[in-house]
């Protein structure tokens, strides 16, 4: 999966992102896709990495710096 992560095609990136066998490398990378909808398949698979997660929430697309704090309590919470 991880050299489809970077295919031309967005449909493709899409699949891989959705996927939960997506390493969190792959995720990472996709993260900063240019596609909205490959970002927020990004943000729904439970493998992301923390870290690609606060990166979209930071991002002005995902609600900027309240979204960070946002996501730093609720790692607190679930113990990230």
Known sequence: LAHLAEDADPDVRWEV?????????????LAADPDP????EVAQNPATPPAALAALAAA????????VEALKALGGA???
């Open 17 to 29: 992102a959705r996927n939960r066998a997506a390493t969190p490398a792959a995720l990472a990378l």
């Open 37 to 40: 909808a490959v970002r927020w």
């Open 60 to 67: 002005s697309y995902y609600g900027g710096p309240a979204a």
């Open 78 to 80: 679930v113990g990230w």
